[in-house]
């Protein structure tokens, strides 16, 4: 493609219609699409990366087109509808050209405008049932549409559900409807610009898609839309499902049939069980919907009962009263006749043993502890204050008159005098064996340090090294892989660098700094000449004054204890 060319056609359109800036964008796609010729290909482009063929142009034609582009912000609506339509009229062809340079344009002002692609989608929805005969034609609508979802998922939600789930059961066009979702959710990781998108209109038939069998989505795309539907999920119950839970129970509920499909029971019923964990009007729309709904209301019921042991306590306080609602509701259409009597049985089953889950708790093994240490303590506090003193007092006595007294004051004597007897054998064995210990450890310590000193230098040259050799592998990635990836790499070398600037480095340092601290406080200690009796001393005066600690420590608590019991 000739640049210089191309600019002087742009600028000979310009003179010419000086005000008429949509002749202007009309040169340009016609002639682009004149001169970038390439054999016809599926209107999907399927093979291709989502942003081809725009991704094969040059940053020089690029700048071009957008700079043409911003000159005629004013009829780029119109612009973008005259290129859908001349590759129709192209379509019609036998041997049209190629598309290439109207489909360039149409990308290039809705990476820029996306809400272009959404202003009249009633009506491309209309040229596609319009065409439903033609698949050629309709996906090369679609393909037209979607790009504006590459640049913005809110935009990219609005075209999928405005023009591609409408034409979701039809056989030529759902595939590229359920790969385009695929690929869009894949390219927008972060779903919350597309919170509020979904509602129950639009949710519900995704969900139909998705679980129930024999629809007109063949296996293989049920499949993948099945994959789909936890994260469409979350778009559909939006930052705030607490509040808008409620708005879906009802249709879930209609839905759960004992005859529906095992896995869309399933997915039912944990919906189910969200709403009324995370929305407490879910309730109050359940016993609404109750009685028009038994057969549901007792697989609900029994999902419950089963999950009953997993649920909350704010659940459970809602649940009972909703049971005991649903009671007398089944004790009033017991009452009436025969009719739906068994599904009111197998909802009054159900409520009856929530019931007596709800009463049966168990005996508070743990409460009547609690209450019978409150009552010895106050009893012998009572006690001791009543006669003055703890020798005095009748529990003490009793103590004494049981053995229990005298076999504790023998227990204490024995464990002190043990106490003794350790500490002294530890002055006579301590400065023996650790003299012993020293000499086989003292090389140990200095080759340790010498390893740690070694480790640690080769960690700070691995480290800058991987600094210095990021960039270039970075523009090496750019050279080879997709936006989307290289987007993801640049994510990782941040968190890379962030972790070696914030934590491992700090680490290393800390460590040197503290092997530096002890040892500088080691050779001081010693006088400047390390020796094992230095160490010995050390630790033998370590030893004796943390018993000398524990010993004065253990007489405190003594005398406080007993000053407590004595009540002075």
Wanted: hydrophobic fraction near 40%; aromatic fraction near 10%.
């Amino acid at each position: 493609l000739d640049l210089a060319d191309l600019q002087k056609e742009l600028d000979k359109s310009q003179s010419v219609f000086p005000e008429n800036p949509s002749v202007w964008v009309k040169d340009l796609a016609g002639y682009l699409n004149y001169k970038l010729q390439a054999p016809r290909s599926d209107p999907m482009l399927s093979q291709h990366p989502h942003d081809y063929p725009y991704c094969l142009v040059s940053k020089e034609l690029k700048n071009i087109i957008r700079s043409l582009l911003g000159r005629s912000s004013s009829v780029l609506e119109l612009f973008f509808d005259h290129c859908i339509y001349t590759m129709l009229q192209e379509l019609d062809k036998t041997r049209g050209e190629s598309l290439h340079g109207y489909r360039i344009c149409i990308q290039a002002v809705l990476l820029d405008r996306p809400k272009i692609a959404t202003m009249n989608l009633g009506k491309y929805l209309e040229v596609l049932r319009s065409h439903q005969n033609r698949p050629a034609k309709c996906l090369t609508v679609l393909w037209a549409l979607g790009q504006a979802g590459f640049a913005d998922l809110h935009e990219g939600l609005k075209v999928w559900l405005g023009v591609m789930l409408p034409v979701l059961g039809i056989k030529s066009l759902s595939p590229y409807a359920v790969a385009y979702l695929d690929r869009l959710l894949m390219m927008h990781p972060n779903l919350t610009k597309g919170f509020g998108m979904i509602g129950p209109k639009d949710f519900f038939p995704l969900l139909d898609f998705a679980f129930m069998p024999n629809n007109s989505l063949p296996p293989s795309l049920q499949e993948q839309l099945r994959r789909l539907y936890p994260r469409l999920k979350v778009l559909a119950f939006g930052a705030k499902p607490e509040t808008a839970l409620h708005t879906y129970f009802p249709s879930f509920l209609s839905r759960a049939t004992p005859s529906c499909p095992p896995g869309m029971k399933k997915e039912l019923l944990t919906s189910m069980s969200q709403c009324l964990s995370l929305d407490p009007l879910s309730f109050s729309v359940w016993r609404q919907l109750y009685t028009k709904h038994l057969s549901q209301s007792s697989l609900l019921l029994n999902h419950l009962l089963e999950s009953w042991d997993s649920s909350s306590k704010k659940v459970r306080q809602s649940l009972q009263e909703t049971v005991r609602s649903f009671k007398v509701t089944n004790e009033e259409l017991a009452a009436r006749g025969p009719n739906s009597d068994r599904d009111v049985a197998a909802c009054d089953a159900a409520c009856k043993e929530l019931l007596r889950k709800m009463k049966g708790r168990g005996f508070p093994w743990s409460r009547l502890l609690l209450v019978l240490l409150v009552f010895a303590a106050g009893f012998l506090l009572h006690d001791v204050r009543t006669h003055g003193s703890f020798q005095a007092s009748s529990s003490a006595r009793l103590l004494r008159s049981s053995g229990i007294l005298p076999a504790s004051q023998q227990a204490w004597q024995k464990v002190s005098h043990c106490c003794l007897e350790g500490y002294r054998w530890l002055e006579r064995s301590l400065p023996v064996y650790g003299s012993q210990a020293a000499a086989v450890l003292e090389p140990l310590w200095a080759k340790s340090v010498e390893v740690a000193l070694y480790a640690s230098e080769q960690c700070s040259s691995l480290l800058s090294w991987i600094h210095d050799s990021l960039p270039c592998f970075i523009e090496w990635l750019q050279s080879r892989v997709p936006e989307s990836l290289l987007h993801f790499a640049e994510c990782v070398r941040e968190l890379l660098l962030f972790l070696v600037r914030s934590c491992l480095l700090p680490l290393l340092e800390c460590v040197a700094a503290a092997l530096e601290r002890g040892w500088k406080h080691c050779v001081d200690s010693c006088n400047g000449a390390v020796s094992w009796d230095c160490v010995g001393e050390h630790l033998t005066s370590f030893t004796y004054s943390s018993w000398i600690y524990l010993q004065n420590t253990t007489v405190a608590v003594k005398n406080w204890a007993l000053a407590m019991i004595s009540g002075h």
